[in-house]
């Protein structure tokens, strides 16, 4: 049990300890929350509290992510020693300030945003592509995805502008315009620390080598822009305006209870994506879309894995560099009610949904909030939960 007020039952508490980045005046020092405060682990490594070969004393997380699993094991030990024995509660409690005014906790280096959940690339074939198969050829041989935009990828809270393009205005010549289908995908993203070198693939068995820890992610889409900018290269400007994630980053040990066996792959698939044991993540996403809970969708059941994202990310020999980020593409279960887009839970705008006042809609207007959250099992019982990534939508200014 921790010494810090309402820690204890929070989803933050020391099963947890995310990292993130605080603004105090005109300076950025990296945090870590316990239950609604934040420790400023720049001033306890200054103070000799924690050991962190300096990395923790910059603006940001990027030298402390480098540092790699041995070095995070040891602040993570020490920080729960420091947030649980009383005898430390003298030094460490001045060093504690408000969780809020989080900033972005790393410069994103680079983004790469897969397609892995099997409900959901089946329903979009289903919605995009009617008189074709669900699924591509390729879809169960690997982890597709697509590079996107770092400079686009902004903290939870950042309003989203509605987005301007080319899209198809009925049967007609297309027209340039503000999307009229503004759309979300919940995701879960992962956050690299170590790098790799140019020319070696990770493989899959060294997945925790190299990746410090989880975010959520909102991939935000512009579905009319997107149907018709897609053929022949994929996602373009219909999804590189803006992508949102959480404040703060849940290490990868705070998830060592949430790891669960996944079913074998069907047809098999190349020994470089071969996981054994195959594991995914038991995650339970939750969207609210004005506060109403519209969708609960299920991350275990994500067809490839993180690790196997990792690998087939790096099997050309493209390096990962500190605080590149890949995202695991729209989470969504067998149900409606568990899909991670508007487009598959309205089916594409044709049936709409009720929100809490009672109007029908289909996609996002100007003026709507989306909020993701999440939890996961914690060691020794109970759930951490992870921080949450929310948006409100400005209007175009096309």
Known sequence: MTWVPGA????FGVAHLPYGVL?????????????????????????????????????DLTPFLAAGPARWRAV????????????????????LRPATGAVMPFPVADFVDFYSSEHHATNVGKIFRPDRPGLPANWRHLPAGYHGRAGTVVISGTPVVRPCGQHLAGAGAPRFGPTTRLDIEAEVGFVVGVPSRPGEP??????????FGVVLVNDWSARDLQAWEYHPLGPFLGKSFATSISA?????????????PLPEQDPPV???LRQTPRLGLDLALRVYWNGTLVSSPPFAGMYWTPAQQLAHLTSNGAPVRTGDLYASGTVSGPRRDQVGSLLELTWNGAEP??????????????????????????AGGGRITLAEVTGAIAPARC
């Not at 204890?8 to 989803?11: L, Y």
């Not at 990770?202 to 990746?211: E, K």
Request: charged share 25%; proline share 7%.
């Open 76 to 95: 993570r030990e020490r920080l729960r020693t420091l947030l649980t024995d009383p005898a430390a509660r003298p030094a460490v409690e001045p060093l």
């Open 8 to 11: 204890a039952g929070s989803g």
């Open 23 to 59: 603004a105090v005046g005109a300076e950025r020092r990296p945090a870590v929350r316990i239950g609604d405060h934040a420790l400023d682990l720049a001033a306890a490594e200054e103070a000799g509290l924690v050991d962190a070969g300096g990395r923790l004393r910059g603006p």
């Open 202 to 211: 990770v493989g899959v068995d060294r997945f925790a080598d190299h990746v």
């Open 248 to 260: 703060w980053i849940t290490p990868l040990a705070a998830l060592a209870d949430a790891w669960v």
């Open 353 to 378: 949904v009720r929100l809490g006042d009672g109007a029908p809609r289909t996609f996002l207007a100007d003026g709507d909030t989306v909020t993701i959250r999440a939890s996961a099992p914690a």
């Open 270 to 272: 190349l020994a470089y």
